[in-house]
T-cell receptor
Framework: AQKVTQAQTEISVVEKEDVTLDCVYE???????LFWYKQPPSGELVFLIR??????QNEISGRYSWNFQKSTSSFNFTITASQVVDSAVYFC?????????????FGIGTKLQVIP | DSGVTQTPKHLITATGQRVTLRCSPR?????VYWYQQSLDQGLQFLIQ???????AKGNILERFSAQQFPDLHSELNLSSLELGDSALYFC??????????????FGAGSRLTVL
């Protein structure tokens, strides 16, 4: 069964600190996709990144970086030099083709507060 | 603007009542998903439609129902409302049906308050 665990429910950091959001997933499939979404205070979820199960290369986009490790079933998200605008709830998600449809399971989310 | 339109943005109603939430998917997207976000529950998958047909059901209560119309917009009907139904209801859309690679594009959500 699919499962996504985001053990950190809330994190507070001071501006300019680095912060890592953890995501651990469970699946029996060999083909799957991992996502991160951001939900700012305005409420709308915004797509950040997608990774497929065959691509373990880490990715960096500006201050954001993602570390995918199949050996530990983890897909962690690091924000470098955090800013107040990074304050949001961040969701990790696991997506698979399940019985002919796309099944997406979200973690419970990690609320990040960046303090000025 | 994500391209996914949800109405109404806010809705306040009383217990026992019935409401309808509406979603217009992004242009070109055939799949529509409904999610419920309560305070401590994260995003709970309710139901998925593809090109007018129901494809998957999640933790959707029997008091809730949904459909996707020929023009691809979708409606989520919530009846016999209870206090615990107060939540943010999200609609998301994607291009396809089966690929796990599809990115879900979310609407701004409909906030339902049941008093």
């Amino acid at each position: 069964a699919q499962k996504v665990t985001q053990a950190q429910t809330e994190i507070s950091v001071v501006e300019k600190e680095d912060v890592t959001l953890d995501c651990v997933y469970e699946t029996r499939d060999t083909t799957y996709y991992l996502f991160w979404y951001k939900q700012p205070p305005s409420g709308e979820l915004v797509f950040l990144i997608r990774r497929n199960s065959f691509d373990e290369q880490n990715e960096i986009s500006g201050r954001y970086s993602w570390n995918f490790q199949k050996s530990t079933s983890s897909f962690n998200f690091t924000i470098t030099a955090s800013q107040v605008v990074d304050s949001a709830v961040y969701f990790c998600a696991l997506s698979e083709n399940s019985g002919g449809y796309q099944k997406v399971t979200f973690g419970i989310g990690t609320k990040l507060q960046v303090i000025p | 603007d994500s391209g996914v339109t949800q109405t109404p943005k806010h809705l306040i109603t009383a217990t026992g009542q019935r409401v309808t939430l509406r979603c217009s998917p992004r242009s070109g997207d055939l799949s529509v998903y409904w999610y419920q976000q309560s305070l401590d529950q994260g995003l709970q998958f309710l139901i998925q439609y593809y090109n007018g047909e129901e494809r998957a059901k999640g933790n959707i209560l029997e008091r809730f129902s949904a459909q996707q119309f020929p023009d691809l917009h979708s409606e989520l009907n919530l009846s016999s409302l209870e206090l615990g139904d107060s939540a943010l209801y999200f609609c998301a859309s994607s291009v396809g049906q089966t690929s796990g690679a599809n990115v879900l594009t979310f609407g701004a959500g409909s906030r339902l308050t049941v008093l």
